[in-house]
């Protein structure tokens, strides 16, 4: 398993934008697909964003065309783009990392989860 910390959750208005950011450890971050799922009160964690090895990219139908999923492989970062934020984005949002396809990603996503970043969104 990779070691992974996120940053950048916070409070934001409807229609603001935050960046989180997720950081693994070690060398093999290149060879890894990673993503993000949420889970807000009260719902099952859902799946958001996920960028593969090739940066082809999937998403959640509910945040397509407001969020951007994208990779720096030189820092081992994954970073998720949300514009255009809406109250029932708030959630605590967890980075998930492992090596397989975008097809391949498990049901409960792969083994490697970071400690997840709360994201309010409230006027």
């Known amino acids: 398993q990779v070691q992974l910390a996120e940053s950048g959750g916070g409070l934001v208005q409807p229609g603001g934008s935050l960046t989180l950011s997720c950081t693994a450890s070690?060398?093999?971050?290149?060879?890894?697909?990673m993503g993000w799922y949420r889970q807000a009160p009260g719902k099952q964690r859902e799946l958001v964003a996920f960028?593969?090895?090739?940066?082809?990219?999937k998403y959640a139908d509910s945040v397509k065309g407001r969020f951007t999923i994208s990779r720096d492989n030189a820092k081992n970062t994954v970073y998720l783009q949300m514009n255009r934020l809406k109250p029932e984005d708030t959630a605590v949002y967890y980075c998930?990392?492992?090596?397989?396809?975008?097809?391949?990603?498990?049901?409960?996503?792969?083994?490697?989860w970071g400690q997840g970043t709360q994201v309010t969104v409230s006027s």
């Open positions: 960028i593969d090895t090739g940066s082809t990219t």
């Open positions: 998930n990392a492992g090596a397989g396809s975008l097809s391949e990603i498990p049901s409960g996503g792969f083994s490697s």
């Open positions: 070690g060398s093999i971050f290149r060879w890894l697909s």
